[in-house]
């Protein structure tokens, strides 16, 4: 099932890992039975925990730590520079040491859906529903459901 895919030396694959056609991985760890889509990229740096989905169309980037049991929508796209720019000051392209990196962590059981747009810097806590669409800029704590542009709690569960 890895037809049109690039999967650079450097990455780490656990056991029974799937992948479809057309991913990009690089730099990057992918833990035992995850679930990976068509169309995806996972950048260096970046680690997905077991028994993950990760679904089509998702960009996940350098500084991104997804643990075990996560759902990750369709067009998920994680962001970990807060201030991005293609130049310098004085014109000239920008290199990895013209920008700071934002980590992002997604705790366990967390489910993003579909065309998130996730901040870097942030934490997902254990369990939360990140609802569709929903533009993530601050903090979501275990259990939440946000949604929203900007996303804003909807409810808090104590059961995770």
Same mark, same amino acid.
């Given at each position: ?7 650079? %030396? %450097?990455?780490?694959?656990?056991? %029974? ?14 833990? %035992? ?34 643990? +075990?049991?996560?759902?990750? /929508? ?15 000051? +004085? ?6 040491? +013209? ?31 990140? /609802? ?6 601050? +903090? ?21």
């Amino acid at each position: 099932m890895r037809e049109f895919c690039a999967i650079a %030396d %450097d990455v780490v694959l656990g056991r %029974d890992v799937q992948i479809y056609n057309f991913v990009n991985l690089y730099g990057c760890e992918i833990g %035992d039975e995850t679930r990976i889509g068509t169309f995806v990229e996972i950048q260096k740096g970046a680690r997905v925990g077991a028994r993950c989905k990760i679904s089509s169309h998702t960009f996940i980037c350098e500084g991104v730590s997804v643990e +075990d049991e996560v759902f990750v /929508g369709h067009g998920v796209q994680f962001i970990n520079d807060r201030r991005p720019r293609a130049t310098r000051p +004085d014109g000239t392209p920008q290199t990895e040491a +013209d920008w700071t990196l934002e980590r992002t962590v997604v705790r366990r059981g967390a489910s993003i859906g579909t065309g998130a747009v996730i901040l870097g810097g942030i934490e997902i806590g254990e369990r939360a529903t990140i /609802g569709a669409g929903a533009v993530v800029t601050r +903090d979501v704590p275990p259990g939440a459901t946000v949604a929203g542009n900007p996303a804003r709690i909807l409810k808090v569960t104590s059961d995770k």
